[in-house]
């Protein structure tokens, strides 16, 4: 069109003449044009390493570990806490500071042995304070020559003086929550005495956020039926906090675990946290917001056991890990969440270490010779006998991974 507008008197000539100038335009857009996108291009690179350079990506897989070491107190009286003084040089258990170091070293050496790795985050029940729980994350880096990791812990209100901490190489933050408004009698002032706090963990896994709840729910002692409406107040609170969360962080990963002091059968389990071990029920009844328990994935009884009784000579299943059911693949129609971190498959179970094992012929309630028939050794006298161990539970173990 514009050559035709320029043919006029001399037409030929400026024909070839406007073709001229318009292929040189063309050609000064084109390298403009080229030379703008290197310019961009170069940018994005350099924005893209200094994004890099500042902030640290987070692991894209991590391992974690849930572990009740049992009674981790030093050998210092606090004379704000009365539930210490059974730790203590003067006490019956003639606690000192030997044993303590003994203690240290024996959760530090299942730590960094017991799996092909130490794990990313270690969340523990039973320590006295902030404390104990550095002297450990001290002894397990003595153990791997490495940088000690970070310490999470806050005291809570429990009677003993006992609290929940994390140990981990990530950076996360660290929260108490209790759960006495859900108790029975929230107004009782034994409320305290008669339920827990819980923490969570919140971290990253590659570009997805993960709350980690850590629980310790009230025992048994005193009977089980008699104290499981305490358990149940405990799980009541416990999820309420994890509905909050997950109001709060729709795309968010959770994870709960901890000794929740009941089975993963138990009414506090299946109605007070909603959760679940079947996948079928998970998947197909879409009335209950459940949590899926790793617990269902297990094959044995003696894979299952983290705790043993000894007065019934079996096994309890007391520290678990529930995750939201996308977390393993369990796609229910209503969920709109843009989650995409997973359980690595067949990576939870039960921490058998040997040396943890009570290697004693005489306790085989079945006549059968399964492997890990034997239970937790603990650190503690036991019929008299001081007893070279960990702890009375075994610690559970699970990896996520967040897939882009
Ligand atoms: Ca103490
Ligand atoms: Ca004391
Ligand atoms: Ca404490």
């Known amino acids: 069109m514009v050559r035709e507008e320029m043919v006029g008197a001399d037409g030929n000539r400026n024909v070839v003449k406007t073709r001229r100038r318009w292929r040189s335009i063309a050609f000064a857009c084109a390298m403009a044009l080229v030379c703008a996108f290197l310019v961009s291009a170069g940018k994005n690179g350099a924005n893209a390493e200094e994004s890099r350079a500042s902030e640290k990506p987070a692991a894209e897989k991590i391992s974690i570990m849930w572990w009740n070491i049992e009674n981790l107190f030093d050998f210092v009286d606090d004379p704000d806490n009365d539930g210490d003084d059974e730790y203590l040089p003067g006490a019956p258990s003639r606690w000192n500071e030997a044993r303590y170091n003994r203690k240290l070293e024996r959760l530090a050496e299942l730590i960094t042995k017991a799996e092909d790795k130490v794990p990313d985050v270690i969340c523990m029940a039973e320590v006295e304070n902030k404390r104990v729980v550095q002297d450990l994350a001290n002894k397990i880096a003595e153990m791997t020559g490495g940088d000690s990791m970070k310490v999470y812990h806050e005291d809570m209100h429990d009677a003993r003086g006992i609290d ?4 981990s190489r990530l950076d996360g933050d660290y929260r108490v929550f209790d759960s006495t408004d859900y108790f029975v009698d929230p107004e009782s002032e034994e409320r305290r005495k008669t339920s827990r706090d819980h923490a969570v963990f919140k971290t990253k896994v590659g570009d997805q956020d993960l709350f980690i709840f850590l629980n310790h729910w009230k025992s048994r002692s005193g009977g089980r039926e008699e104290t499981a409406a305490r358990r149940m107040a405990c799980a009541r609170g416990a999820r309420a906090e994890i509905d909050r969360v997950r109001r709060a962080n729709p795309n968010a990963g959770i994870l709960a675990t901890g000794d929740f002091n009941d089975d993963y059968t138990d009414a506090s389990i299946a109605f007070g946290m909603q959760s679940s071990f079947s996948e079928g029920t998970v998947a197909g009844d879409l009335e209950v917001d459940y949590l899926f328990n790793m617990h269902g994935t297990l094959a044995t009884y003696y894979d299952k056991g983290t705790l043993f009784y000894w007065p019934e000579r079996g096994w309890n299943t007391f520290d678990q890990v529930m995750v939201l059911p996308r977390m393993v693949g369990i796609s229910r129609s209503n969920d ?6 997973r359980v690595v ?27 890990y028939l034997d239970p937790p050794l603990a650190f503690r006298e036991i019929r008299g006998e001081w007893q070279d161990g960990f702890s009375d539970h075994f610690p559970v173990w699970i990896e996520l991974e967040s897939s882009r």
Do not use: Q
């Not at 929940?164 to 140990?167: D, M, N, Q």
């Not at 709109?336 to 971190?341: A, D, I, P, V």
């Open 164 to 167: 929940l901490a994390v140990i």
């Open 336 to 341: 709109r969440s843009r989650l995409t971190l």
């Open 345 to 371: 498959d067949k990576s939870f179970h039960v921490v058998h270490y040997d040396a943890h094992a009570f290697h004693d012929p005489s306790n085989d309630p079945r006549g059968r010779a399964e492997k």
